[in-house]
């Protein structure tokens, strides 16, 4: 089945920086990779997401990018906020019948202004 | 607000006891994933329905049970309660089963077992 690791697992970083977490997975048949925020005490919210037809996407501040080939992909935050602060997931999914959406262990991500 | 109306809000129970936790998914969505989230750690995956049958099953204790019922919610069922077993229990929704759709999480039901 799907395995997903995440790195880091803490990441502090000062306002105004880039912050990039960095995601691997091990089914080549996969072709979703959201990425979900969840700040303290509250539900996951996906932020982004890409499918494997696409190699990068952006939205604002954020931007994720995919190597197929490579099996990984990144989120790529600039200018970082202190309300950037949060635990970030990423997941992937190869859909259809036998899909099923697999989350990596989260990267707690620290903005000091 | 994502539409997932996941109730109670919070619940205190002593061990070995029973509870249910109810899940009434976003308008549309036919899947519903049950998550268990303990403090500082990450989601661990326990069940998902689809249009009414178990579509994946993760790491869920036997003495935890769920189901889908006709009009899509979905309640989990945990019985023999232990300390271990307190937790922030989310309840996610999307439209397909494969995973390949957005999941629309709910605020959780934080169980507390005393």
């Known amino acids: 089945g799907e395995n997903v690791e995440q790195h880091p697992s803490t990441l502090s970083v000062q306002e105004g920086d880039s912050a990039v977490i960095k995601c691997t997975y091990s089914?080549?048949?996969?072709?979703?990779f959201p990425w979900y925020k969840q700040e303290l005490g509250k539900r996951p919210q996906l932020i982004i997401d890409?499918?494997?037809?696409?190699g990068e996407k952006k939205d604002q501040r954020i931007a994720v990018t995919l190597n197929k080939t490579a099996k990984h992909f990144s989120l790529h935050i600039t200018e970082t906020q202190p309300e950037d602060s949060a635990v970030y997931f990423c997941a992937a999914s190869r859909g259809g019948s036998q899909g099923n959406l697999i989350f990596g262990k989260g990267t707690k991500l620290s903005v000091k202004p | 607000d994502s539409g997932v109306t996941q109730t109670p809000k919070h619940l205190i129970t002593a061990t070995g006891q029973r509870v249910t936790l109810r899940c009434s998914p976003r308008s549309g969505d036919l899947s519903v994933y049950w998550y268990q989230q303990s403090l500082d750690q990450g989601l661990q995956f326990l069940i998902q329905y689809y249009n009414g049958e178990e579509r994946a099953k993760g790491n869920i204790l036997e003495r935890f049970s769920a189901q889908q019922f006709p009009d899509l919610h979905s309640e989990l069922n945990l019985s023999s309660l232990e300390l271990g077993d307190s937790a922030l229990y989310f309840c996610?929704?999307?439209?397909?089963?494969?995973?390949?759709?957005?999941?629309?999480f709910g605020n959780g039901t934080r169980l507390t077992v005393t």
């Open positions: 890409i499918r494997s037809n696409v």
């Open positions: 089914d080549s048949a996969s072709n979703y």
């Open positions: 996610a929704s999307s439209l397909t089963g494969g995973g390949d759709s957005p999941l629309h």
